[in-house]
């Protein structure tokens, strides 16, 4: 099983610019997370989904938006880039019981200049 | 809502010497518990997790944490640690209740440096 998997791993941007990241996750996990993670801060989160077709807002939300067309796979967009988007995006997927353990992939870098 | 302090944000040891590092939380509510660790370059992986029941927990690779629940506490602790210790160690909690997204409040991380 390879687990949560990410792409890109790294990204360059130019602000106004939008990009699409990709989660995929091959343990048939219900919920699914999107993190940014900066330094001092943790891990933050943007948005998350409860299953296929479900998404609902995190913490930080502002400036991304999701899609859950199916199960194994969670999107993340970012439409009009800002350089305070410049972070290390973390995906996460769970079965969603009690205890919640949170399977994260490997992280993409993204710079907005 | 739920936050989670972890007051030792950079910590410098030398092989061999003890680990511990905090971490408290606000919640009014029964809790779950977590240690995560990232690795330089890697992603983050679970290091020990408290649900119920006794209140001291063993980990992996010799890490273990003690739940005080009068003092909101999960503390990481180590007896000797290993250069390959070396690390950001995450808490992170979330309510024991199960409801939608049950989403995990982390804090803002401690970086671990093992000098060798």
């Known amino acids: 099983n390879a687990g949560v998997t990410q792409t890109p791993k790294f990204r360059v941007l130019k602000t106004g610019q939008s990009m699409t990241l990709l989660c995929a996750q091959d343990m048939n996990h219900e919920y699914m997370y999107w993190y940014r993670q900066d330094p001092g801060m943790g891990l933050r989160l943007i948005h998350y989904?409860?299953?296929?077709?479900?998404?609902a807002k995190g913490e930080v939300p502002d400036g991304y938006n999701v899609s859950r067309l199916k199960k194994q796979n969670f999107l993340l967009g970012l439409e009009s880039a800002a350089p305070s988007q410049t972070s290390v995006y973390f995906c996460a997927s769970s079965w969603g019981g009690r205890g919640n353990e949170q399977f994260f992939g490997p992280g993409t870098r993204l710079t907005v200049l | 809502a739920q936050s989670v302090s972890q007051h030792n944000h950079h910590v410098i040891l030398s092989e061999a010497a003890s680990l511990e590092l905090g971490c408290n939380y606000s919640y009014g509510g029964t809790v779950n518990l977590f240690w995560y660790v990232q690795y330089p370059g890697q992603h983050l992986q679970l290091l020990l997790k408290?649900?119920?029941?006794?209140?001291l927990v063993k980990g992996i690779k010799g890490f273990e944490a003690e739940f005080i629940k009068s003092k909101f506490s999960f503390n990481l602790r180590k007896p000797s640690v290993q250069w390959s210790d070396t690390a950001e160690y995450f808490c992170?909690?979330?309510?024991?209740?199960?409801?939608?997204?049950?989403?995990?409040?982390f804090g803002g991380g401690t970086r671990l440096m093992v000098k060798p």
């Open positions: 992170a909690v979330n309510s024991a209740v199960v409801r939608a997204g049950n989403m995990l409040t």
């Open positions: 408290y649900f119920s029941g006794d209140p």
């Open positions: 989904s409860v299953g296929e077709g479900t998404t």
